[in-house]
C-alpha cells in the first residue's frame, strides 16, 4: 500500500524545520572560527553579500523544485527533466551526500554532547588552564569517547525521523529551535555586558584587509552553501513537504536572515568572552572546545553557562542532522517504497558505521599502529588529511557546490518557464524580483560556483 507523504502543519512549521536544518554547527562553530582566522571585517562582509546573491537564490531553487514536484530530490528531477535523465544523478549525489556529511557532523555533535556532560558533571572551574587545552587533544584521540557518543547521536537522530514529518522532525524543531533562540539570548546579553564587547564588535563589523585573501574570499562562499543546507537537496526534501500554495519568496528570506542573525550573534556571543580572557580568535577548530571552557573557567557564571552553550551547540546540530538523515531516508521511502522506520534505522545504522573511521580519526589506539596514518598515505604525504577531513573536504568543497551548481542551471536553464514562474509567483509582491532571481542563477550563480571549483584545483 503506497504511504500517504508528510506535509508540514503550516508554512511556520516549514520555516522552522528549515531553519533547524540551516543553523548548526555550520553557524555556532564553524563560521566563529572562520571568521576569526580571516580577520572579522571584510570577511563577515562578503559572507553576507555570498549568501545573498548566491546562497539564497539556490535555496529558493530547491524549495521550488520540491515544492512543485512534492517529491524527493531524486524522483523530482525525473518528473521535470521528463524521465530518467542524467539529472537524476544530482539527487542521487545528494543522498551520497547526506551519508558522507551526517557521518562526520555526528562527531562534531558528540563532542558538544560529551562538553555538556563534562560541564555539567566536573564543571571546568576546578581545571587548570592548561588540563583544559589538553582535555579536547584526549577527547580527540579517545575512541571510546567519540564512538560513544557518536552511537547516542544517532540513535537520537533516529528516533526523531522515524516518526516522521509532522510528529517526528516538526515537533522536533518546534520544541528546540525556541529553547535554542532563548539560549543565544541569554547568553548574548551576558556577553553585551562584557569587557570584551565593543573590542569584538569592532572585530566582526569593521573592515579590516589585512587577513583578507582571495581564499578567503571562496571559503565565504562555500560557507554559504554548508550554512544554508544547499546543494544536496536537503531543501528540496523539507520543500516538498510543503503545500503546493505555501509561498516560497518570503519563506526563503526568513530562513536565511534566521541562519545568518544566528551566526552573527554566535559571533558576537564568543569574540567578547575569548577578548576578555585576552585569547586569539583566530585559535582555528577548537575555538569552541578550548577556549570557551577555558574562559568560562575564569569568569563568574560560568557553571552555568557552559552547559548552557555547550545544549546550544547540541540542539543546533540535532536538529541539523534530522535534516541530513531525511534526505536519505526520503529517498527509500519514496523511491525504494521502504516503510519510514526500516527506512530510518537501517539508513541511520550504515551512516553509523560509515562515521568510525571519522570517529578513529583522532586517535590511532583502537588499531595499534596508525588508522589515521594509513588514510593519510592514500592520499599522499604532504596532505595530511585523515578520515575526517578528507569527508567534510569532499563534502563541503566538492559535493556541494556541485549539487547546487548542478541545481541552478537546472531551474534557469532546463525547468520550463511556466512550471519556473508559476512556482516563483505564489502569491505576494516578491513575485516582482523574479527576473532578478533567474539572472542570479543563469549567470552569477555559475560564475561563483566554478570559482570555487577552480580554486580547489588550484588554478585561481
Ligand atoms: N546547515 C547545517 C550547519 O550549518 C549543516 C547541514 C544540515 C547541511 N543539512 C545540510 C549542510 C545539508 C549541507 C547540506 O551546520
Given amino acids: 500500500m503506497a504511504q500517504e507523504r508528510g506535509h508540514w502543519s503550516s508554512r511556520?512549521?516549514?520555516?522552522?524545520?528549515?531553519?533547524?536544518?540551516?543553523?548548526?554547527?555550520?553557524?555556532?562553530?564553524?563560521f566563529p572560527y572562520i571568521t576569526g582566522e580571516n580577520g572579522g571585517g571584510w570577511f563577515v562582509l562578503i559572507y553576507l553579500g555570498c549568501i545573498a546573491i548566491v546562497g539564497l537564490p539556490i535555496m529558493m531553487a530547491e524549495v521550488l523544485?520540491?515544492?512543485?514536484?512534492?517529491?524527493?530530490?531524486?524522483?523530482?528531477?525525473?518528473?521535470?527533466?521528463?524521465?530518467?535523465?542524467?539529472?537524476?544523478?544530482?539527487?542521487w549525489l545528494g543522498v551520497l551526500?547526506?551519508?558522507?556529511?551526517?557521518?562526520?557532523?555526528?562527531?562534531?555533535?558528540?563532542?558538544?554532547?560529551?562538553?555538556?556532560?563534562?560541564?555539567?558533571?566536573?564543571?571546568?572551574?576546578e581545571m587548570e588552564t592548561d588540563a583544559i587545552g589538553a582535555l579536547f587533544g584526549s577527547v580527540y584521540e579517545n575512541p571510546w569517547i567519540n564512538i560513544g557518543w557518536h552511537a547516542a547521536f544517532m540513535a537520537i537522530t533516529i528516533a526523531i525521523v522515524a516518526k516522521g514529518v509532522h510528529g517526528g522532525i516538526e515537533l522536533a524543531s518546534r520544541v528546540l529551535m525556541p529553547v535554542l533562540f532563548i539560549i543565544l539570548l541569554v547568553l548574548l546579553i551576558y556577553a553585551a555586558t562584557s569587557d570584551g564587547f565593543a573590542q569584538a564588535f569592532k572585530f566582526i563589523f569593521m573592515p579590516d584587509t589585512s587577513k583578507l585573501t582571495g581564499a578567503s574570499v571562496l571559503e565565504a562562499l562555500g560557507h554559504s552553501f554548508f550554512t544554508l543546507s544547499l546543494g544536496m537537496g536537503a531543501m528540496i526534501t523539507y520543500g516538498s513537504y510543503l503545500h503546493k500554495k505555501d509561498d516560497l519568496?518570503?519563506?526563503?528570506i526568513t530562513i536565511a536572515i534566521l541562519d545568518t542573525g544566528v551566526a552573527l550573534v554566535a559571533c558576537l556571543v564568543l569574540f567578547p568572552i575569548i577578548f576578555s580572557v585576552g585569547m586569539d580568535p583566530a585559535a582555528g577548530p577548537g575555538l569552541v572546545f578550548v577556549s570557551i571552557p577555558i574562559a568560562f573557567?575564569?569568569?563568574?557564571?560560568?557553571?552555568?553557562?557552559?552547559?548552557l552553550f555547550f545544549l546550544l551547540l547540541t540542539f543546533a546540530a540535532l536538529t541539523s542532522a534530522i535534516s541530513l538523515l531525511e534526505v536519505a531516508v526520503a529517498y527509500f521511502v519514496d523511491e525504494i517504497k521502504i516503510p519510514r522506520v526500516i527506512a530510518t534505522v537501517m539508513t541511520g545504522v550504515v551512516i553509523f558505521i560509515f562515521g568510525i573511521p571519522s570517529a578513529l580519526s583522532g586517535g590511532t589506539a583502537l588499531f595499534g599502529s596508525g588508522f589515521s596514518d594509513m588514510t593519510q598515505s592514500i592520499f599522499g604525504e604532504g596532505d595530511g588529511k585523515n578520515w575526517f577531513d578528507l569527508f567534510d573536504y569532499l563534502a563541503s568543497n566538492w559535493m556541494l557546490p556541485l549539487g547546487g551548481l548542478g541545481i541552478a542551471v537546472f531551474v534557469a536553464w532546463?525547468?520550463?518557464?511556466?512550471?519556473?514562474?508559476?512556482?516563483?509567483k505564489t502569491s505576494n509582491h516578491l513575485g516582482k524580483m523574479y527576473w532578478g532571481w533567474v539572472f542570479l542563477l543563469r549567470y552569477i550563480v555559475p560564475i561563483g560556483v566554478l570559482a570555487v571549483f577552480l580554486h580547489a584545483i588550484g588554478i585561481i
Fill in 297 to 307: 573557567s575564569q569568569m563568574a557564571g560560568g557553571a552555568i553557562l557552559a552547559p
Fill in 414 to 424: 532546463r525547468m520550463g518557464d511556466k512550471a519556473r514562474e508559476e512556482g516563483f
Fill in 12 to 30: 511556520f512549521g516549514f520555516i522552522l524545520a528549515a531553519a533547524g536544518s540551516a543553523v548548526g554547527l555550520g553557524n555556532i562553530w564553524k
Fill in 97 to 125: 551526500a547526506a551519508f558522507v556529511i551526517l557521518s562526520y557532523y555526528s562527531i562534531v555533535a558528540g563532542w558538544a554532547m560529551h562538553y555538556t556532560w563534562l560541564s555539567v558533571s566536573s564543571g571546568f572551574a
Fill in 65 to 91: 523544485i520540491g515544492r512543485s514536484s512534492q517529491l524527493s530530490p531524486v524522483g523530482a528531477f525525473r518528473k521535470f527533466s521528463h524521465g530518467g535523465s542524467p539529472w537524476m544523478g544530482i539527487g
Fill in 249 to 252: 519568496v518570503s519563506t526563503s
